[in-house]
């Protein structure tokens, strides 16, 4: 798991910067979920036809890489574990203080803020697709709160997102590390100092 690329231990003074430490934290199932579900939303909300059959198989590929994610939160690597960010309510007031006092530490999986927008979002895009299935079916055709609830929990879902994009923008520039590409990428700077690498629920934080 903790696969580390090449490193020198030192320099001497004339020598080009050094090559930044990395550890592979985001595995595939990880990176490849979070942009089919990024991808698949804002095809349902911008691009696709409201209710059409695209539409739809999109909603229902959204929801199955949901299923396929909470497996791996038992299953997978050790990030990709509900048990390495799913926060204490302790933790998330502990981090939440030290985020206020611009004092949080540097997570190399999910921090705990991070952790409950991610519940949040993924919870409201379960709804969205269930509301969505509803309303093909005979005991909910054309009734109005389905489809209000269908359409309010993907305007939540765009409103978050937005969110969570800015988040990730200001956590990047906090902590001087480009979280965006480490989705991409799986990896990411090697921890140091005081950096919080498992942060079990019931652990200080
Ligand atoms: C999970 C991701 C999904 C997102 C983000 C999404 C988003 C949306 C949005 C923004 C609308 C327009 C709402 C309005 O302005 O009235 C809509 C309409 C609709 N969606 Fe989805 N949807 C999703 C999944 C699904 C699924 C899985 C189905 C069905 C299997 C579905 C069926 C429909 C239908 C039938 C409408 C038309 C409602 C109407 O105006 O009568 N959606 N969806
Ligand atoms: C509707 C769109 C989106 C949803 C629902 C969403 C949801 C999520 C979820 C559930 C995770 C946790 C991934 C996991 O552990 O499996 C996550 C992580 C992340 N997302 Fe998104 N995301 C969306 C869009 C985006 C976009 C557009 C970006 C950036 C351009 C982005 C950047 C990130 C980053 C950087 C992380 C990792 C954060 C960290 O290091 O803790 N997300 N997102």
């Not at 199955?64 to 302790?90: K, N, Q, T, Y």
């Not at 956590?171 to 498992?198: C, F, Q």
């Amino acid at each position: 798991m903790a696969a580390v690329s090449h490193a020198p231990s030192s320099r001497p003074a004339s020598a080009p910067s050094p090559t930044v430490r990395t550890i592979r934290v985001w595995d595939p199932v990880v990176r490849l979920f979070h942009w089919l579900m990024a991808a698949g939303f804002v095809a349902n909300m911008f691009v696709l036809e409201e209710g059409k059959r695209l539409h739809r198989w999109a909603g229902y590929a959204i929801l199955a890489a949901i299923a396929v994610r909470l497996i791996w939160g038992f299953i997978g690597p050790v990030h990709a574990r509900f048990s390495d960010f799913v926060p204490a309510p302790r933790r998330l007031l502990i981090y939440s203080k030290a985020l206020l006092a611009r004092r949080e530490p540097r997570y190399v999986g999910h921090n705990p803020a991070a952790a409950v927008m991610m519940a949040a979002l993924v919870g409201l895009m379960v709804l969205c697709g269930v509301t969505g299935w509803m309303q093909g079916l005979d005991a909910y055709w054309g009734v109005k709160w389905v489809k209000e609830l269908h359409e309010a929990t993907a305007n939540a879902i765009l409103m978050l997102a937005g969110l969570h994009v800015a988040a990730a923008i200001v956590e990047s520039v906090r902590h001087r590390e480009n979280l965006v590409w480490s989705m991409i990428t799986g990896r990411k700077r090697a921890p140091s100092g005081d950096d919080v690498v498992h942060a079990p629920a019931s652990g200080r934080g």
